[in-house]
């Protein structure tokens, strides 16, 4: 399975951007989906996570209330859209496929991975 992450940029402070996950095939629409990010130097971590109906929704305490993600079921394509853009959300943004159908923050859970696209934030 191979995931496709795409949407990212360089932007300014307080901009908008839409990421988008697609998978090469259906695999992922049992399954929770969700986002992580590297920055520079920095261990990989958990920015949002969405069970395979969509209904429960988890975010990292740091993107909360300026990210939100979404999908579309039958497309199979996951959504990160995100507002009110730090440069502390500067990173690599990887979408993933969990091992089942939860929302999970824990990256253990998840047994597919994008190969993430860059988010550059100016200030």
């Known amino acids: 399975v191979q995931l496709q992450a795409s949407g990212g940029g360089l932007v300014q402070a307080g901009d908008s951007l839409r990421l988008s996950c697609t998978a090469s095939?259906?695999?992922?629409?049992?399954?929770?989906m969700g986002w992580f990010r590297q920055a520079p130097g920095k261990e990989r971590e958990f920015v949002a996570a969405?069970?395979?109906?969509?209904?429960?929704?988890y975010y990292a305490d740091s993107v909360r209330g300026r990210f939100t993600i979404s999908r579309d079921i039958p497309t199979g394509t996951l959504y990160l859209q995100m507002d009110s853009l730090k440069p502390e959300d500067t990173a690599v943004y990887y979408c993933?496929?969990?091992?089942?159908?939860?929302?999970?923050?824990?990256?253990?859970?998840?047994?597919?991975w994008g190969q993430g696209t860059l988010v550059t934030v100016s200030s």
């Open positions: 993933s496929v969990a091992r089942g159908s939860s929302a999970t923050t824990r990256p253990t859970n998840y047994q597919y």
């Open positions: 969405i069970s395979w109906r969509g209904d429960v929704v």
């Open positions: 095939r259906r695999t992922s629409s049992n399954n929770g």
